[in-house]
């Protein structure tokens, strides 16, 4: 490359980098919160009886299975029926496991994806 190119990159990159920081300082003052709607928000309501790329658990006492299907959780009994919404929301919620602790009832954990503030 000739001098003249350098000279016109670095020229960019150095005109770029303060643009950058500024922006970021800014952001630093707005915390970003998973359940407050960004832009246009359109609900819809999804009816299934199977799924894909889920993850399960089986409770303890093996009467129930607890799942995760578009970012929410699920409880149903492991016979079959009618699954229960456990928790939803805008965060994407994943990965339920039941907890094997010494209790009378199972505690039930999960493992979000999204951190919220708080």
Known sequence: ????????????????????????????????????????????????DEGTWMSLDVSP?????????????YIMPISGGKAKLLRSGRAYEVQPRFSLMASSSPLLLMQVAATTSG
């Open 61 to 73: 006492d093996g009467k129930e299975i607890v799942f995760d299907m578009l970012g929410d959780i």
């Open 1 to 48: 490359m000739k001098k003249h190119t350098y000279l016109s990159m670095f020229l960019a990159a150095a005109l770029a980098l303060p643009l950058g920081t500024a922006t970021a300082q800014d952001k630093k003052d707005n915390k970003w919160n998973v359940e407050e709607a960004r832009g246009p928000q359109k609900e819809i309501t999804v009816t299934t």
